[in-house]
């Protein structure tokens, strides 16, 4: 292994500091005199509009969380690959679920939640994101897998192309988590529509922030079933 001369930084690198710009406190204050409290209101119409424009995508649905966003799509990944769950179960309920390896933990959560289990694909060193050559690898050593779930690291998109190349080659589904990705671009695309599920977050310390987070169907579904979705 190459030794590497690694100096620590002089400064302190944050993730993503919030930044505040103004009108934020309007719309809160808005929400509050209209008694929009709840999970519904004209906000949250609005932010679900403007995210299924910008990237592309016939709806936008807001969750409560980038976690619940990831975790919904992962549950209808499961059900559509593997059928109705039993009571008490997880729609991935015994099945291996091929997972980025370098990312927040809330991508790979839902896995367990839904009873899979979580099979850590390396990352390569151009994007910092899922290796195809891993992925094909685990394909080797796992044919029976049929869901891939993928992040795009500190708003980096990876090797897209070649990644729904090889699930489309294994007769796999994608669950895309562009939550720090949102406004990033990939051959001219917005990211959060490559996956057959996707989903973005408006976290503190991701792109924008907002007390909405999305899920989606993604391009992948839109090719195989004239459906394009996108949920938050």
Known sequence: MKDFD???FEKKVWLSS???HGEEIQYVTEAYETNWMSTVGANINEVEKKVAEKVGCKYAVALSAGTAALHLATRLAGERLYGAHKPNEG??????VFCSDMTFDATVNPVAY???????????CD??????VALEKAFEIYPEVRLIVIAHLYGTPGKIDEIRSIAKKHNALIVEDAAESFGATYKGKQTGIFGDYNAI????NNIVLTEANLIQRGQGAELRHGCNEIAA
């Not at 977050?201 to 503190?204: A, R």
């Open 18 to 20: 919030p930044t505040m």
């Open 91 to 96: 729609s991935l309920q015994g099945h291996k």
């Open 114 to 124: 839904e009873g899979g289990e979580a099979v850590f694909i390396d990352t390569e």
């Open 6 to 8: 690694v100096k620590p």
């Open 201 to 204: 977050s408006f976290n503190g």
């Open 127 to 132: 994007t910092w994101n899922m290796d195809p």
